[in-house]
């Protein structure tokens, strides 16, 4: 079975905003006119395909990230045979993300596996909190990036103020590429920069797209906007620097090569206009994603290590090279069960053969392979370098898991997901639900890396965390949706986590005597906070890194067999799970095993974590301990009669003001808040403005509680 389309006419890219960008209904006008589907669906009807969850139509929000399969001919292709209609056409794989910071998980772990991105923005907020993380997510994995100022014929609308927000607070190197004909209720079209056509959008849904001359009053913006472009692209290649210098006229075609190589390489991130919910400009984004943004061939060769020397090995997007994969979402699906989202990088692979999983070490067999149309379902029987596509029915991989050839193993690197900032207790309501919850919770914990559980040892109830207020609510809903247990749950309650300020050194013997064979282990460690560390740095090879934590084995001249040094590490990461102060896990410690003794008959590995567990605990009562509490991002967009009330209400709950400015009409304040004073905040600023109020909220980063709270969250936390 041949492959059905080449590499370079295929297009893997997400679609990532800010909550109520118009994301969806970008997505909905991308199946529209690619054909793959005949109606759109509309948001506020809850009737998206990409928007499938009961809870996502419910409440008109994207909570998982939803893979389409489509295909497009760009509207400049002109096909005189049905027999060339292939030819012509790109197969894009587009990957919907949510835009709301509880699942910013999925935008996350999309962007690991994509090749480029359309950033949407509202045209009335501009830069809203969520595209700044999002931003920051495709910066990480080197995405390729086209903007997509949607929305402009809200109120309020403005393409100028929302590109200068691009540029002030996300990237120097955007560049307009097009601007409106008109705006809010005047919007009318676009105009192209570089061809110099204004373009309209007629007919069913606007599926016809009609060049015209620009109108007269937008001409000279459009030549000095031109201008603008042309210098930008220009800049990335001397040869056509000297000829734009020298006054000569540049061929629209190596404009459009030069600017492709500048985006691949995020040198350039064109700014395009319109309106989704109006049929206005999206057909021309899809152009510009088959111009601009790269085909799997334009991307570096993905790195991995080899598991069996430690190697870095490169693999490139080619069906000759072996075959390597990364699984990148796990989903619950009613009718097939558990399906695996996998994102090949190299090779091919069929259903019906076995599947290695070199994160493991495991093989299963791979039953059936699926390309996904959101909630519907193709069987294909081979994916080839550059696919995405799910595997049915896949038990072992989780989020993050490299599939490769048995005989020529890599290992791609993880994906690395935030810490869970809040908390609740959950219980179920009967003994039908008990054993179902089980199941259910780690069911929704393999999908989701960011929701974790664990078990209160003091009070053996269950408790689970994640990102937010909603994010948990979801997770319970589902719960009872899908598979049917009903559960009571507690206030959420927020992760607080225990470090220390200074340092500390303690010895410690642990040594039994019971007739027989005996106890003995003995330490001495130092510990002292964690200085941040290079991720690009080489480990010494006495240092073993782990999320928040150091060990690092100082032992001279086998003072403590080998063989005993991992229980030594083991009893203090255990140690640290119980915390010091208020029973919070510990995070950012660096324990240096320093001496020890061992003794030939009575030493064993129980024998020093206990020593160890003991020497730690000791130590980080004297290594002056703190709390630590999240402090989130906030963000509230109020009109101007109640700033004075808002920037009070928030300073009096700790909060410090960063910013404050102009939207439109309104007034935009940002601020950092722990985490603590803001649950209930949204009720709160609903009824301090009148209802006009709206607000955002992202964590930041965790910062030392002060002492008077400190010693509220104890008391709390010995009298629950």
């Given amino acids: 079975m041949e492959r059905d389309y080449p590499l370079e006419r295929v297009r893997n890219f997400g679609i990532i905003a800010h909550i109520d960008a118009g994301k969806t209904t970008t997505s909905e006008r991308v199946l529209f006119y690619t054909g793959a589907q005949h109606k759109i669906g509309e948001v506020h009807e809850g009737e998206t395909t990409t928007d499938w969850m009961e809870q996502e139509r419910e409440r008109g929000i994207t909570i998982t990230a939803a893979a389409i399969t489509c295909f497009w001919k760009p509207t400049y292709i002109e096909t005189p045979h049905a027999s060339q209609e292939k030819q012509n056409k790109f197969r894009f794989n587009v990957i919907d993300t949510p835009g709301h910071i509880d699942f910013t998980v999925e935008v996350k772990r999309s962007l690991r596996v994509l090749d480029g991105a359309v950033v949407v923005f509202d045209g009335v907020a501009g830069v809203e909190p969520q595209s700044e993380t999002n931003w920051r997510y495709a910066e990480e994995a080197l995405v390729p990036r086209i903007c997509f100022i949607n929305k402009l014929d809200r109120t309020g609308a403005s393409f100028e103020r929302s590109y200068k927000s691009i540029l002030d607070r996300l990237s120097k190197k955007a560049v307009r590429m097009q601007i409106p004909v008109g705006e809010e209720d005047k919007h009318e079209g676009v105009i192209d920069l570089l061809t110099m056509k204004a373009y309209y959008f007629e007919g069913n849904m606007g599926s016809i797209v009609i060049p015209k001359e620009i109108p007269e009053n937008l001409k000279a913006d459009a030549e000095k906007y031109r201008g603008e472009l042309i210098e930008k692209i220009v800049e990335n290649d001397e040869a056509l620097m000297t000829a734009y210098l020298e006054g000569k006229e540049i061929s629209l075609p190596l404009l459009k090569e030069t600017m492709r190589k500048a985006v691949i390489e995020n040198k350039i991130f064109p700014v395009l206009t319109g309106s989704a919910l109006k049929n206005k400009g999206v057909q021309l984004v899809l152009d510009a994603v088959v111009d601009y943004l790269p085909s799997p061939l334009d991307i570096p060769p993905v790195k991995g290590i080899d598991p069996n020397t430690g190697e870095e090995i490169l693999r490139h997007a080619s069906d000759e090279e072996p075959f390597s994969a990364l699984a990148f979402k796990l989903q619950a699906d009613p009718f097939v069960g558990q399906l695996t989202f996998f994102r090949v990088y190299s090779g091919s692979i069929e259903s019906g053969t076995y599947l290695y999983n070199s994160t493991t070490g495991t093989r299963e067999r791979l039953g059936r392979i699926v390309r996904l149309q959101a909630n519907q379902r193709e069987e294909v029987k081979k994916v080839y370098a550059g696919e995405i596509a799910a595997a049915v029915g896949i038990k072992e991989a989780k989020t993050g898991h490299t599939f490769c050839d048995e005989d020529k193993p890599i290992v791609l690197d993880q994906i690395t997901f935030p810490e869970p900032v809040i908390s609740l207790r959950i219980e179920p309501k009967t003994k039908a639900d008990q054993e179902k919850m089980g199941m259910a919770l780690k069911r929704l914990s393999d999908e989701d890396p960011t929701f974790k559980i664990k078990s209160d040892a003091e009070t053996g109830e269950t408790v689970i965390m994640g990102m937010g ?36 050194e303690v010895e410690n013997k642990y040594i ?3 007739g027989g064979k005996g106890q003995y282990g003995h330490v001495r460690i130092k510990i002292k906070p964690m200085e941040p560390v290079d991720p690009e740095a080489k480990v010494p090879k006495n240092v073993h890194r782990d999320e928040g934590f150091e060990f690092v084995d100082s032992i001279k001249g086998g003072v403590i067999p080998q063989e005993f040094i991992p229980a030594v590490e083991k009893g203090i990461k255990e140690a640290m799970e119980r915390g010091i102060l208020a029973g919070y896990k510990m995070t950012d410690i660096s324990a240096e095993l320093l001496f020890g003794s061992y003794h030939d008959v009575d030493s064993s590995e129980i024998a020093y974590k206990i020593a160890a567990s003991q020497a730690f605990q000791e130590a980080a009562k004297r290594a002056k301990p703190v709390i630590l509490e999240p402090i989130m991002k906030v963000e509230v967009v109020v009109p101007e009669k109640f700033m004075g009330d808002i920037t009070g209400n928030l300073s009096g709950k700790r909060g410090q003001i960063e910013a404050m400015e102009d939207r439109g009409e309104l007034k935009v304040v940002r601020a950092q808040v722990p985490l603590s004073e803001m649950f209930g905040y949204v009720t709160n600023l609903r009824s301090m403005t009148e209802g006009r109020g709206s607000s955002t909220m992202e964590f930041d980063h965790y910062a030392i509680v002060p002492k008077n709270v400190e010693t509220e969250i104890i008391a709390t936390r010995a009298g629950k």
């Fill in 469 to 504: 207020e909603l994010h948990l609510e979801i997770i319970v809903d589902r719960m009872k949706r899908e598979f049917s247990v009903e559960a009571n749950v507690g206030k959420p309650q927020v992760a607080y986590k225990e470090t220390i300020t200074g340092e500390a």
């Fill in 512 to 514: 039994k005597q019971t």
